[in-house]
């Protein structure tokens, strides 16, 4: 097992030295503690790990089998640590093959540095091999223009210990974010004499605050309130302000509802925790926020999925709801609901600001008749007792909700879920009682397929003491499965669980719901019947240590065995296909336009896309 954490020997001195470009990257890496740089090595890229190898024992590099992989580890490994890794890439393909990733996690706003490799300064625009050049020399960065915070293609090697602080300066400051670096060949190869930055020395070492006449204001309309809403967003957690979160609901007696990024931002067995919001979501959380008459929101973008594509009383109601709306970019403030207060800040500084502007001794809490907080509790029981039928069921095949509670049963509050796109994505959301922030892993607004099985591996790399399950349907997993050979050869613990139904059945509901049909959604022979890989064989040949299970019964004794191996592990269960108790519970609303040709949903959609506040 690799361990994260080691001592590193960083240089402190400012005595200039002979470094190629490579080592020069290769050097900050050490500065700014970075333990692994991830990718695939190509021609491209072979100055950068040439020069790996002569500082292994402080940066490793680490092989997947594909270079969207690359990125997803190091952004799993990020979401988990706070710490942001190397991806890199040859040019040509393997550059491209990292669209996906960059894109989750800027949609995301999780940290990546990219390295791709890039053609020689002195040969752009002649067409060598793998180079795109119809349009502009060395072209690129502009492929992936659209999802990063920035981009950078040196042209002289002496450049790069400027660009490497900048390069890291924007991936971290305010919203995180990936970043490119489009490193010439010639440039990792050439050396000259350089002073590298100290990273302490050119970084913010706090977040900002907000204006304190906007904290004052805020607090009156909380002060004020009747029936306040905390809506915790991922900014939460990426700001590490769980517990001034916490803080703040128990002084104002306010619930808490989550985002699907903001899972795990309040321990959810608290009793102001009212779960999540949004399309598939809980229906304490959206009955609770769309009756709210102030709602606080904290790192919150409001996406259509948290807010039931805006209409009105589904999830929110703003207005008449008051927004006092927190985040660290501007551009997010007032974007998809008018605020009454917007405070632009880190969110530990806001909410420590707003903790301190709420005297103890006038709470809004201390001056209810606790009416509300009776309320909340009921809300609660009345989701929990709709969680049961499914979760609680006997029926044959299981339901992949009695699937996900009976795979949690056979881990401990620390254990780390991670989740792609599909069924298991919402049924975690719904399900799955998170207690700690980072334990909730899942590729959110951009809801990748194939990111679970990579995504794992990188947090488990972050938390090597920690249980780390990779949940995903059998179609996520089938999208990035040759990562199982990364998991074998690293020897990371990671369990990886398929949900085994045969399809994309997250999909066929959609398309039931919507149009009344399927179509192109079940893994079919030629002969019409279903086909599912033997996954268990699949495991073993990867060198797993691999069950199948198909009774609720064994679930958690397999995720126990598994866990127990210490070894990369997999688990099949086979889950129910039918669309009556396949997925999660949809309890908000998702605009999703219908043709004309089906009049009686089509009636359906208009009448609530009528009611959506955005237009």
Known sequence: MIEAERPLNVAADRTPRRLSGAQMLVEYLVRQRVPYAVGIPGHGSWALTDALLDRADEVRTLQVMHEQSAVHLADGY????????????????????????????????????????????????????????????????RVLEPVVKEWFQPSRVDELPFVLHRAWNQMLSGRPGPVHLDLPMDVQADSAEVVLPMPAEREAS??????????????????????????AGGGVITADASHELTQLAEHLGAPV???????????ETHELAA??????????????????????????????WSASSYRRGVTFAIPPAGLIQ????????????????????????ALRDLVRALDPGDSAATDRDGAYAREIQERKRAWEGQLELKSGSRASPMTMARAVREIQRGTSDEAIVVTGAGLPQGLVKQRWVTRRPRTHITSGGFSTMGFTVPAAI??????????????????????????????????VPVCFVV????????????????????????????????????????????????QHVTSPEEVCPAVQRALGSGRPSLVAIDVARDLDVAG????????????????????????GRAEEQHQ
Request: proline fraction near 6%; charged fraction near 20%; glycine fraction near 12%.
């Open 78 to 141: 990020y979401r988990v640590s706070g710490r942001p890794l190397l991806a890199f890439t040859s040019i040509g393909p393997g550059a491209t093959n990292t669209v996906i990733g960059m894109a989750t996690a800027y949609v995301d706003s999780t940290a990546v540095l990219l390295m791709t490799g890039s053609v020689h300064t002195y040969m752009r625009g002649h067409g060598v091999l793998q180079e795109l050049e119809r349009r502009h020399a060395a072209d690129f960065p």
């Open 206 to 231: 706090r977040g900002p605050r907000p204006a304190a006449d906007d904290v004052e204001r805020a607090a009156r309309l909380l002060r004020g309130a009747r029936r306040p809403v905390i809506v």
């Open 257 to 267: 509802v989550t985002t699907w990024m903001g899972k795990g931002a309040i321990d």
């Open 275 to 304: 779960q999540t919001i949004g399309d598939t979501a809980s229906t304490c959380g959206n009955e609770l926020a769309a009756s709210a008459d102030v709602v606080l929101a904290v790192g919150c973008r409001f996406t259509d």
């Open 326 to 349: 927190v985040d660290i970019d501007p551009r997010e403030i007032g974007k998809n609901y008018p605020v009454e207060v917007g405070l632009l800040g880190d969110a530990k500084e």
């Open 458 to 491: 990188g947090a488990q790399l972050a938390a090597p003491g920690r249980p780390v399950l990779a949940l995903s349907g059998d179609g996520d997993f089938l999208q990035s499965m040759q990562e199982l050979a990364t998991a074998a050869m690293l020897d």
């Open 499 to 546: 949900l085994d139904n045969s399809g994309w059945i997250s999909i066929k509901g959609g398309q039931q719901a919507a149009f009344g049909r399927t179509a192109a959604t079940d893994f079919v022979r030629s002969d019409g019947s279903l086909y599912s890989p033997d996954y268990r064989q699949i495991g073993e040949a990867f060198g797993l240590s691999s």
């Open 584 to 607: 999660p519970d949809k309890t908000g609303w998702w605009d999703v336009p219908v043709p004309e040709y089906h009049p009686e949903q089509r009636q359906r959609y208009l009448e």
